[in-house]
């Protein structure tokens, strides 16, 4: 009897813990489970029972009109409410980190409120205030460099409100193209030790209509599996003969006319469920790219200067110890850790007797192929293909162990030590770990390879800076062998290092940003600088292999409405910022980005654009609720077939073990049986 009843319990318990287990690990109901649902279209149920209904959408276009080495782009969203209630909505989205948002648009019928530049908290304000005085309002925020969010107050019942933002980026010439990149898809982040799930709602301060502020979590953004609708129309006048023009991942329509070539998405919107890359060429390159402007604004004259470093052949490379560390986190399931694999494989078949090199892989833990850096040969090489082979993605995205590992690891005597970084970027900390290389890289280099269609550009980009490296990006498995091929020259051949720019006439220039210790081939330099006149040219000084290198450069006027002047205060920002992420002086800091944001109408971590109407247009007492609208995930991702993060929680393996534990409980219900009818 005593038997039965421990069977008994243990079936009961082992049941319950399956059953739970079990339901933790279902991904949660989509919001768009209606068969007929449109793509980038919330759906919201009053009741469990009742019918989904449409809710706030967004539908996005993008226009961008390039100019020589300048691109203008404006990006226009459309908030459409077709519920009942008064909506405040919310969108999270990605630009370039390198992105100068300096203008806001808000339109309703037929009109339009122009945005205007406030510091942060009191650009809340007035939005809060204005929202619940009933009034029209949206505001425009940098949660992170490269992710923005907008909210728009007050859309009234089956009504629309449209939001344009507009910004300036440079274009600089790399790896023997132009790229212009226009981020389209989020990847959740993974922020180690937060407990967020990044496929969770935006977090608003209070749910309560009418709250003084809203704010974001950790990771803002929430992703869904259809992916929003989008369409994207380029002006290209490049300045120069085109060699060749082309869309990487999305079908276009080209047509040219006097002012150069127009290019639009083909067919109707498209999903943006893939960052949007345009590369064009010349018709003949030079050995050397250069291109210098200069506009006069006031007092002051601001120049740009784009240079390409000449290609050359090391003759006698010293030998290289080389360390990849591959992630193998949940969010690289799928395609991506296809390409890392491939990616991963060429880059070791490209070593050469007499190298050195080990492989990490990390997700939530760490290993390594070899205890420390062996030499390249058959066995080892036959090792690593096999090493290689078994990578397989899931688990978290802890990032700073295996950095960590690899950085402290003592190189050989004689060897150039690098470390080659694949990854998507998809984590919350960019701050800790770009702080981390910054202090720890020492005599090695570090180089990034973002894998997937929406890899994290500004912390791989930033990660490379830090590292004394370089970067590229693979967005499908076809562009492997090429931007694999780019990156391993760079690491193969020398640098231009100890660089100086020679003013004439003894001009003093306030340089944006610091001029990079080491700048290798293929790679760009973009120099922005703030002079007191204009100066006809300057001169490149700098050594390659322990050989002089000095390049003349000449300057063009170029007219104000190319933001040069903007151009360099975004990227005196982004300088500032990134002392302030390494320990800088917070206030002195604070105090310095915000005066710059302010004069040059900019978007930063300190200021906001707000767009305030003042017609009061909310009847008092009308009901009202806040509504996010979600955010495409990445073609090919984890997130755009199942809708829950693999990272924040590891709900296939608990699906599974649920099910093992309901078997189990099952088969003791069934001994328990056995023990009651056997005499």
């Known amino acids: 009897m005593r038997h039965c009843n421990l069977v008994s319990r243990a079936a009961f318990s082992v049941s319950v813990a399956g059953l739970f287990v079990w339901l933790w690990g279902v991904p949660p109901a989509s919001a768009h489970e209606s068969s007929d649902a449109r793509s980038g279209t919330l759906y919201l149920k009053s009741s469990p029972d ?65 945005g205007e530049i406030q ?69 959740p982040r ?14 608003v301060a209070s749910a309560a209509w009418g709250n003084a502020a809203h704010g974001t979590t950790a990771t803002p953004e929430r992703v869904t599996a259809p992916a929003q609708k989008v369409d994207i129309t380029v002006e290209l006048a490049a300045g120069f003969p085109l060699g060749s023009v082309a869309s990487l991942h999305h079908p276009v329509e080209e047509k040219t006319d006097e002012l150069g070539r127009q290019i639009h998405l083909a067919g109707d919107q498209i999903a943006a469920d893939h960052d949007f890359e345009l590369v064009w060429s010349p018709a003949v390159a030079g050995d050397v790219e250069t291109a210098a402007f200069t506009e ?27 360390t990849f560390i591959i992630d193998t986190s949940g969010s690289m399931e799928g395609p991506s850790i296809d390409q890392a694999r491939a990616a991963l494989q060429m880059g ?27 030499p390249v040969g058959e066995s080892s090489r036959t090792l690593a293909g096999k090493f290689i082979s078994a990578l397989r993605a899931d688990g978290g995205t802890e990032m700073r162990a295996p950095l960590d590992f690899a950085m402290s690891t003592a190189p050989s005597a004689g060897y150039l030590q690098q470390i080659v970084f694949m990854t998507d970027g998809s984590v919350g900390n960019e701050a800790e770990l770009i702080g981390l290389i910054h202090r720890q890289i020492g005599m090695t280099r570090l180089f990034t390879v973002g894998i997937g269609a929406a890899p994290n550009s500004y912390f791989l980009a930033q990660a490379a800076v830090a590292g004394r490296g370089s970067y590229t990006f693979i967005a499908d498995r ?19 290092v100890d660089l100086e720019l020679l003013w004439p006439d003894n001009l003093t220039a306030d340089i944006a940003a610091n001029v990079p210790g080491d700048v290798y081939a293929g790679d760009p330099l973009v120099i922005l600088a703030r002079l007191p006149r204009a100066p006809s040219g300057l001169t490149l000084s700098g050594r390659i292999h322990g050989r002089d290198w000095v390049h003349p450069v000449q300057m063009t006027g170029v007219s104000q409405q190319s933001g040069l002047s903007k151009l360099w205060a975004r990227e005196r920002i982004a300088d500032l910022s990134r002392q302030l992420q390494l320990g800088g002086e917070r206030e002195r800091l604070r105090s310095s980005i915000l005066d710059l944001a302010l004069k040059h109408h900019l978007v930063s971590e300190f200021t906001s654009l707000v767009a305030i109407d003042d017609l009061v247009v909310r009847p008092p007492g009308s009901p009202g609720h806040v509504e996010q609208a979600p955010t495409s995930a990445p073609t090919g991702s984890y997130w755009a077939t199942t809708g829950f993060a693999k990272t924040a929680t590891p709900a296939g393996l608990l699906l599974d073990c649920g099910l093992l534990c309901l078997t189990l409980g099952g088969f003791f219900w069934w001994a328990r049986s056995r023990d009651e009818i056997v005499p």
Request: avoid cysteine; charged fraction near 20%; hydrophobic fraction near 45%.
């Open 119 to 187: 510091e942060r908290t009191q650009a809340q304000a007035a939005y809060a205030q204005a929202r619940s005085e009933g009034k029209r309002a949206s505001i425009v925020d940098q949660e992170r460099p490269n992710m923005f969010t907008t909210a728009v107050a007050n859309i009234a019942p089956t009504s629309t409100i449209s939001v344009e933002i507009s910004y300036l980026e440079t274009i600089p010439f790399r790896d023997a193209r132009y790229t212009l990149r226009l981020p389209l898809a989020i990847t």
């Open 478 to 496: 076809a562009q492997v062998a090429s931007r694999m091929q780019d990156l391993l020259m760079k690491l193969e051949r020398p640098a231009l």
């Open 190 to 203: 993974y922020t180690p030790g937060a407990g967020l799930d990044p496929a969770a709602p935006l977090a």
């Open 348 to 374: 070791v078949d490209r070593l050469k007797p007499g190298d050195r090199f080990n492989i990490i892989r990390f997700a939530s833990d760490y290993s390594s192929l070899f205890a420390a850096p062996q």
């Open 50 to 114: 009742a019918e989904p209904v449409e809710a706030l959408r967004v539908v996005t276009s993008m226009h961008a009109q390039v100019t020589g080495n300048v691109a203008r782009v404006h990006v226009t969203q459309k908030f459409s409410n077709s519920g009942n209630d008064w909506v405040e909505g919310l969108y999270v989205f990605p630009l370039s980190a390198d992105a100068a948002v300096d203008e806001l648009f808000m339109t309703v019928g037929e009109r339009t409120v122009r």
């Open 296 to 322: 006069k604004v006031g007092d002051d004259t601001f120049a740009l200067v784009v240079l390409t470093p000449p290609n050359v052949a090391d003759e006698a490379p010293p030998p290289r110890e080389v």
